[in-house]
């Protein structure tokens, strides 16, 4: 299989203009005749269902929440990048596309990166148009902030709740078509499988999960914007729900799965408490504007933060990194503090986090002016760890926040199946080994309000409006598939729960192919994902039946996917022995402990393929071309 | 219908402002009523009272508000009655364990009972005072007095009839209860009928929750401590 | 860190919409302080399966108190007894050791229950889809920063949007009435140029759309306001209403 990536030709500048140009156009009295299928109602859901109906297209939304407005978009905090250059600090297109390029560690495509620059401005006007409320300047005008160690003020946001709100207008604008008719809304209506006819994907087979209602919907195109699979590690920041079903079912008719080992792990979570822990709460990374990290000096050092004499401190970020010091990047700093961890400094009584000590600001600032900048976070860790961040060090560990990973995707966002596309999180496509913070709103919302209503198009002219068979044997077929497997779930009747062997593949996926990854350990993960999805099949006990709401029967069907999803970011993990952004391989590292790229062997995004149970994924390579950007190795000392 | 009998009939917002348009206005109803029932503590025989009785009985301007008074009362009532109903309706299984204490005045959510308590001293009232002034229960003894431009009238004598059913206990006691009740009611009503109206404001808001102590503090008392004073002080 | 917890639950069993439910008591042994109530659950449920009991249906997700989507009843109080918090951010040690903890779903007609402590809040959605947005189509945009919008009103209009529309409000009102979550929608709306333009139509279509679902009436009793997580105060209730008289008063609209 080639894969082409279908980038346009001609200066980076003028592509996605060029593009646009040469795409076909549907009839606007033709739009009517086409139905598109929307899985997922966050940023990139919502965006594109409501976009596409505004066009005219009939539109199905599917969600497994009780309502479009509770995906996990919702949950981000910090803001979304934009090139409004409004600061006048020296922003453009360019310099936001080069910096995800280079933050990504050069594991990104130019084009759609440079695409994704381009209209980010155009989300801020959107955004705005619709009522959300960004935060402004006494003057009335939209204010910026820097985020995430760029360079420049290029991130709008609305107090701690930009996803939320960014979230809540693209909902608004898809209430707006399901009251107008265009989109027929169904919510807590989950995908287990995918379509095909002639190899083409037509439609997807759901769960009603009120009453276990197995039905078939039937499409010209289906979309999916279901979003990461950072709960493969069982904790981490993402919703309960979120899950890789429909993405992972897809690949197994034929959608590869591309750089599924690309992981973000965020540095400033609140630490695991206890076995009882369902998630992980992350705290904005703004933190370390004027927190300091430090761990005691000695090993096994049980003595309360205060009680810690200044000398025996190490501030090991400051030490190693002496110009960004406690601003290093996400990566880093996620590394350095479970390297801290692993020599025995780590503190508190898991010995699982580091010390973010706000002492010298408050001393030097106020607790006033500390409350101000970092009041809301402050109260949050209060609420969560029982603990007074104003009198004590908060501490803080990574967590598993986001996957760069996802379906692979040409320029037009089409997986490797015709008519199937990939949005937002959900595919691999923008950010390479590494995601910049304010990133990801900015690319759900682009894939979702600007680049699929003119790709999509460009393929429903080339199929024509004729409509889809629902009689069609394909759609029995894949009907009578997730009857059987539901069935089958619930015959085993096993001894272990579902979210024991949820936590068990967490531990498993943290421990060998977390924040750093070596060959012998990446090895004996494969084994171990092996033997516990075989005993998920023979052991598991999920209660209830089909026809109620049945929530261990929802997610015994997601962790059956995580288990095999796991295994496969092992093998990528195994096959990409280079250190790349968040993808830290031991074996490929500085002499001072940094990622170490490996650009002659690695400069490709690695989309595998299924080829059935149990056996072995292909590898296919899409070779990654830089023509604007010259690959530099990162430095932060 | 109209869109204005709609809009008061079938929005929740309407059937409120209908709820805090008539509360306003009897509020202002308690207040002249109580400025007459001072001309009770007059040592003068009842001169003051009655005499006040035949202004508030004959004037034709008065006699007009009076009707809408009542008018107001009834769609006070009639509509608290109605949103009751649908507020019973929009919960039709309540909580096993509620402790909404936490959250909310007593007042106000009580105000469909206290109301209930004020219908029925109202009916009390008008039976034992309108009634017997309008001759329906018994007859009133008659009074002449001498006016300052020296007219002689003769005029019903209201006031023998207030001071002898004021040395009632069970009367007093009713009287009393009723105002506390009344208390209770207008300290959320009041308040609460400019917030229906939309007529929130960080200036304004405190001065009209202050200026609601007259209402709900300042008028019962007033009301309430005629009888007592009659009671107890009046033979 | 303080040492574990025994406690009783009584929680709202109910299999399906139309069965009968009752109160059943489970006992919650060796609880840690630091569980959020919803770990809490999870452990209670992991119990329940492996003493053959179907486990506790609830709604969950993002679990940081943002989605909206969990719901309970706890010891009278919408979310439990802390204020400015959702029930997946409530911890345990805000409970006592051998405390009795009653669980219940939101109550009102406007959500009928579907499983045990699971409502169906799509009432929320079709208020929304009667008018609580902004007719703009992708793409027809003008520059954001055209039209400048007061810091003040910004803000006030942030404090309305951040509502998670999880329905705490009608749980909490002793009528069931969505007037909080309605105003925080219009008062946005209203306080922003773009909504200007609609503020009419769009008061009154959810007003309307709010009557049709059987929520109940606004009593002022401001409950709704002290068990939002989110904190939305009673003034977005008061600009609604002015919003719906002037609209009432001046739309076109006669029917």
């Known amino acids: 299989m080639i894969l082409d990536s279908k980038i346009p030709d001609g200066p980076l500048a003028e592509k996605w203009t060029k593009h646009k140009f040469n795409l076909k156009l549907v009839n606007p009295a033709n739009k009517r005749k086409y139905n598109i299928i929307v899985v997922g109602t966050g940023l990139a859901g919502a965006s594109a269902a409501a976009s596409l109906a505004e066009l005219g297209y009939n539109v199905q939304a599917f969600c497994f929440q009780d309502s479009p407005r509770r995906a996990h978009s919702i949950a981000a905090q910090g803001g979304i990048n934009a090139a409004k250059n409004y600061p006048n600090d020296g922003d453009s297109v360019y310099r936001l596309f080069y910096d995800t390029v280079k933050g990504g560690d050069y594991r990104a495509r130019e084009g759609n990166v440079h695409r994704l620059a381009e209209v980010s401005v155009n989300i801020i006007d959107q955004c705005v148009a619709q009522g959300v409320p960004f935060a402004r300047e006494y003057g009335g005008l939209l204010d910026n902030r820097s985020f995430g160690g760029s360079q420049v003020s290029r991130t709008f946001y609305a107090r701690g709740q930009t ?85 992972w079912r897809a690949h197994k008719h034929g959608a590869l799965f591309a750089n599924p080992c690309f992981t973000q792990i965020h540095p400033t979570c609140i630490p695991v408490s206890g076995d009882h822990q369902s998630k992980l709460t992350l705290m904005s990374e703004s933190l370390r504007n004027d927190g300091r990290v430090w761990v005691p000096k000695a090993k096994g050092d049980k003595r309360k933060a205060s009680e810690i004499p200044e000398d025996e401190r190490d501030y090991f970020l400051e030490r190693k ?16 503090a479970k390297e801290q961890c692993d020599l025995g400094k780590g503190v508190g009584t898991s010995g699982l986090a580091v010390y973010l000590d706000f002492a010298e600001s408050i001393s030097r600032l106020g607790e006033d002016t500390v409350r101000a900048r970092y009041g809301n976070l402050f109260d949050m860790y209060a609420q969560i760890t029982g603990e007074n961040p104003y009198k004590e060090p908060m501490r803080i560990y990574p967590a598993v926040h986001y996957t760069m990973g996802g379906l692979w995707v040409d320029y037009n966002l089409m997986t490797t199946i015709p008519g199937l596309y990939a949005l937002g999180e959900a595919n691999f496509s923008d950010h390479g080994a590494n995601r910049l913070g304010a990133s990801a709103l900015m690319q759900g919302l682009a894939d979702g309000y600007f680049v699929v209503p003119y790709t999509v198009g460009d393929y429903l002219a080339t199929i024509g409006p004729k409509a889809i068979d629902a009689k069609h044997p394909a759609f029995a ?27 068990e593949l967490g531990h498993i996926m943290w421990e060998y192919c977390g924040m750093a990854r070596n060959d012998a350990g990446l090895r004996k993960a494969q084994v171990l994902i092996q033997e516990l999805r075989a005993d998920f099949w023979k052991n598991v006990n999920v209660t209830g039946t089909n026809e109620e709401l049945n929530q261990q029967l929802e997610r015994a069907g997601r962790v059956a996917d995580f288990l095999e999803l796991g295994e496969l970011m092992v093998v990528d993990a195994l096959n990409r022995s280079e250190s790349c952004g968040g993808h830290f391989r031991e074996e490929s590292q500085t002499e001072e402990g940094e990622a170490l790229r490996n650009d002659n062997d690695f400069c490709y995004v690695a989309a595998w393929e299924y080829t059935g149970d149990n056996q072995p994924e292909v590898l296919h390579k899409e070779v990654l071309k830089f023509e604007s950007v010259k690959l530099t190795q990162r430095s932060y000392k | 219908m109209s869109w204005f009998t709609q809009t008061i009939f079938s929005t929740s917002v309407g059937r409120k402002v209908i709820m805090a348009l008539t509360g306003l206005f009897l509020c202002t109803f308690l207040a ?204 | 860190m303080s040492g574990h917890m025994n406690l009783t639950l ?61 719901s309970m009843y706890i010891n009278g109080h919408a979310h439990g007894p802390k204020q400015g918090i959702t029930t997946c951010q409530l911890h345990m040690r805000s409970f006592k050791d051998g405390e009795t903890i009653t669980i219940e779903p939101w109550r009102a007609k406007a959500f009928p229950i579907i499983k045990d402590l699971v409502v169906d809040r799509s009432a929320f959605d079709r208020i929304i889809q009667a008018g609580g947005y902004v007719s703009v189509n992708t793409g027809v945009t003008i520059d954001a920063n055209a039209i400048a919008i007061p810091k003040e009103h910004a803000d006030n209009a942030m404090d309305a949007a951040t509502c998670i529309g999880c329905g705490a409000c009608v749980a909490a009102c002793k009528n069931a009435s969505a007037t909080l979550f309605l105003s925080a929608k219009v008062s946005q709306l209203a306080l922003l140029p773009q909504g200007h333009p609609e503020r009419a139509a769009r008061v009154e279509a959810m007003i309307d759309q709010m009557e049709l679902e059987g929520f109940g009436n606004c009593t002022n009793t401001e409950a709704c306001s002290a068990e939002c997580p989110k904190e939305i105060g009673q003034e977005h209730i008061a600009r609604m209403n002015r919003e719906f008289y002037a609209a009432k008063l001046s739309s076109s609209k006669t029917k």
């Open chain 1, 163 to 247: 996803g939320q709100q960014l979230l809540l207008g693209a909902y608004s604008a898809l209430s707006r078509q399901i009251h107008a008719g265009k989109v027929k809304m169904h919510t807590r209506e989950e995908m287990l499988d995918l379509v095909m006819i002639d190899g083409q994907a037509k439609g997807i087979v759901t769960r009603n999960l009120e009453t276990g209602a197995i039905d078939t919907h039937a499409a010209h195109a289906v979309l999916l914007c279901t979003g990461g699979y950072g709960n493969v590690f069982f904790l981490s920041t993402n919703a309960q729900g979120s899950n890789v079903t429909a993405a």
């Open chain 2, 32 to 235: 002249v009523h109580l400025a007459g029932n001072f001309q009770l503590l007059h040592n003068d025989g009842g001169k003051a009272f009655n005499l006040y009785t035949v202004f508030m009985t004959s004037n034709p301007l008065i006699k007009t508000i009076s009707y809408v008074n009542f008018a107001f009362i009834l769609g006070h009532v009639v509509w608290g009655a109605y949103i009751t109903y649908k507020n019973r309706q929009a919960r039709p299984t309540g909580y096993a364990y509620n402790d909404p204490g936490k959250t909310s005045s007593f007042s106000s959510r009580w105000m469909g009972v206290l109301g209930t308590m004020i219908l029925i001293f109202l009916i009390i009232h008008l039976k034992d005072f309108k009634m017997a002034y309008l001759g329906i229960t018994h007859k009133l003894d008659l009074v002449t007095y001498t006016l300052d431009n020296g007219d002689q009238v003769e005029v019903k004598n209201m006031y023998d009839e207030v001071i002898e059913e004021f040395h009632e206990p069970v009367v007093v006691g009713i009287y009393v209860l009723s105002m506390i009740a009344l208390g209770f009611h207008l300290y959320h009503g009041f308040q609460s009928a400019f917030q229906t109206l939309g007529l929130r404001h960080p200036k304004y808001t405190p001065v009209i929750k202050s200026a609601g102590f007259i209402f709900w503090g300042l008028i019962p008392l007033g009301f309430a401590i005629i009888p007592l004073i009659i009671f107890f002080c009046r033979n």
């Open chain 1, 321 to 336: 990194y002496p110009s960004f010091g406690n601003l290093v990047p996400r990566d880093v700093a996620s590394r350095n």
């Open chain 1, 477 to 503: 077929e894949a009907k009578a598939k997730v009857e059987a497997q539901t069935k089958k779930l619930l015959a085993i009747k096993g001894t272990k729960t579902v979210a024991e062997y949820h936590r």
């Open chain 3, 10 to 70: 009584k929680v709202w069993r109910q299999k399906d919409a139309k069965a009968a439910g009752k109160l059943e008591t489970y006992e919650a042994k060796d609880v840690s302080p630091d569980m959020s109530f919803l770990e809490m659950i999870d452990v209670v449920n992991e119990s329940l399966i492996k003493k053959g009991v179907e486990p506790i249906a609830f709604d969950h997700d993002c679990r940081e108190g943002i989605c909206g989507a969990c």
